[in-house]
């Protein structure tokens, strides 16, 4: 069954740091998405991304925050200026079509760390 | 805020008994979906209930909507303790945004 790949699994970095974690879609997915979820909380919506341009974004994706599809394959979120409170799992999605008719399929997910 | 709030908040049954999760949520949706995931790994698309059904089936799954409540529930049957996670409802609108989830512990 094809799978949502992420890199890396964990990621520990320095406060103020920059991040870029990378995704890799299903191949035949048009609609990317990132979600994070801070330990023990719920899974939150930061930005889905359509036709090469982000379709939506919550108003936890700020200026610190970009996305990128770079060469058609991989989907990367960046994040330019860590913060502690940027700890969290940070998941990527992808979906055939529009959500209205399929679910969405995860990754993994990459432990961030920002110390 | 459409996201939907499942109840319970933790659930523990012994295996072979049937498990009920309910969601609830606040605004008009296109569609329900509800997804598990293990402990620490990425969540798991289980089935997707648009909001002109009101019922739907995946093997062992059931799941219903009720749009004049604004309800869901998620009825797992004889459940098995590989059935132990999290599970989540989420509700599509612009976004699929995802509720607290319901902590389900199936004991051998």
């Known amino acids: 069954e094809p799978e949502v790949t992420q890199t890396p699994s964990h990621q520990v970095t320095q406060m103020g740091q920059e991040v870029i974690l990378r995704c890799v879609p299903i191949?035949?997915?048009?609609?990317f998405y990132w979600y994070r979820q801070i330990l023990g909380q719920k899974v939150e919506f930061l930005v889905s991304?359509?036709?090469?341009?982000?379709?939506?974004k919550s108003e936890i994706f700020d200026d610190q925050f970009s996305v990128e599809r770079p060469d058609g394959s991989n989907f990367t979120l960046k994040i330019r200026s860590t913060k502690l409170e940027d700890s969290a799992m940070y998941f990527c999605?992808?979906?055939?079509?529009?959500?209205?008719?399929?679910?969405?399929?995860f990754g993994s997910g990459t432990r961030l760390t920002v110390v | 805020s459409q996201q939907g709030e499942e109840d319970p908040q933790a659930l523990s049954i012994q295996e072979g008994e049937n498990a009920t999760m309910n969601c609830s949520y606040k605004?008009?949706?296109?569609?329900l979906q509800w997804y598990r995931q293990n402990s620490g790994r990425g969540l798991v698309h289980l089935i997707l209930?648009?909001?002109?059904?009101r019922e739907k089936h995946s093997g062992r799954l059931r799941v219903t909507l009720d749009t004049s409540k604004k309800s869901s529930s998620l009825l797992i049957t004889a459940s098995r303790a590989a059935d132990t996670a999290s599970y989540f409802c989420?509700?599509?609108?612009?976004?699929?945004?995802f509720g607290k989830g319901t902590k389900l512990t199936v004991n051998p």
């Open positions: 999605a992808s979906v055939r079509g529009t959500g209205a008719l399929y679910g969405y399929t």
């Open positions: 605004t008009s949706i296109n569609n």
């Open positions: 991304f359509y036709n090469n341009e982000i379709s939506e």
């Open positions: 209930i648009r909001s002109n059904e």
């Open positions: 191949s035949n997915h048009l609609y």
């Open positions: 989420a509700t599509l609108t612009e976004t699929l945004v």
